[in-house]
């Protein structure tokens, strides 16, 4: 999910969750009753979404950057969604690596309006 936030050039608010705080662990499941990561909450919609290619695809459509996260030729798409699913690891190490501990904090990123300005693939 933060490869695809800072893909698209999305800005966004990452909350870090500790699943061992209560008033923590109750902010994720008002976003998403199964308490699991990955999670983004749009505030400008007020919209949560959880899971990788889902998150991706949400992104791509209302927050899209120079060029499509997800292939526009429905037989590359196929074949593109569950690349998430081996780059995701990737992601959670490096924002545990950049704030704390992984296996105790996770996060939230919030969507806000994007800027002008994107990176492109």
């Known amino acids: ?3 695809a936030l800072y893909e698209a050039g ?3 608010d990452a909350r870090i969750v500790d699943l061992g705080d209560p008033g923590d662990r109750e902010v994720l499941r008002s976003h998403w009753p199964l308490c699991k990561f990955p999670v983004l909450h749009d505030s400008e919609r ?3 979404f959880p ?3 889902v998150i991706i695809e949400y992104l791509d459509r209302h927050y899209p950057g120079g060029k499509p996260l997800i292939p526009v030729d429905r037989d590359s798409a196929l074949e593109t969604r569950p690349m998430d699913r081996s ?3 990737c992601a959670r190490a490096h924002a545990g690596n950049r704030q704390g501990s ?3 904090a996770h996060a939230i990123c919030r969507a806000r309006a994007h800027s002008s300005s994107r990176p492109m693939w």
């Open 10 to 12: 999305t800005a966004f």
């Open 1 to 3: 999910m933060l490869i």
């Open 46 to 48: 007020d919209r949560s």
């Open 87 to 89: 780059r995701q690891p």
């Open 51 to 53: 899971e990788s290619s």
């Open 102 to 104: 992984a296996a105790a």
